[in-house]
């Protein structure tokens, strides 16, 4: 058996895990012997596909394609898919959330605040720029 194959028989979910570590496992179990425990919450479901698009940089039009949405009925027929406009309405209340709570990290700071930042372009000559903060926190 080669190595790879044998690894990842050792991490096989259906293994034990041994006495004294605990599973690292970050997804919730569903139980799939009744569905009707399931819950669909609509808004954390349209949260979850923002955060998705977000950090995957799919495109917002995603919310078109008939397969993409085939796809999501077959999992939650219930779960009523965003339009467009609605998905990027999301993703800019993340974004304003997330931007809230850096702004009041930074507030909190007591010390200066080191910034450098980095310019370049890409191979279809899109131009882009990073910018970089290092500070020290009390933690």
Same mark, same amino acid.
């Given at each position: ?23 690292? #496992?970050? =997804? @919730? ?10 819950? !669909? ?5 349209? *949260? ?41 309405? #999301?993703? =800019? @209340? ?10 009041? !990290? ?5 010390? *200066? ?27």
């Amino acid at each position: 058996m080669p190595l790879a194959e044998e690894n990842t028989m050792r991490n096989s979910p259906r293994e034990k895990p041994c006495k004294g570590k605990k599973e690292k #496992d970050s =997804f @919730k179990k569903i139980s799939t012997s009744t569905p009707t425990n399931i819950i !669909l919450s609509q808004d954390e479901s349209r *949260r979850e596909l923002a955060i998705m698009v977000i950090l995957h940089d799919y495109p917002i039009s995603m919310v078109d394609y008939i397969g993409f949405r085939r796809f999501v009925t077959s999992l939650q027929p219930a779960f009523n898919m965003s339009s467009q406009n609605t998905l990027r309405n #999301d993703i =800019f @209340k993340i974004y304003e959330s997330e931007k809230a709570k850096r702004y009041s !990290l930074l507030d909190k700071l007591k010390c *200066r605040i080191a910034i450098t930042t980095d310019m370049w372009t890409s191979i279809n000559s899109k131009g882009f720029m990073a910018i970089t903060g290092h500070f020290i926190d009390n933690s």
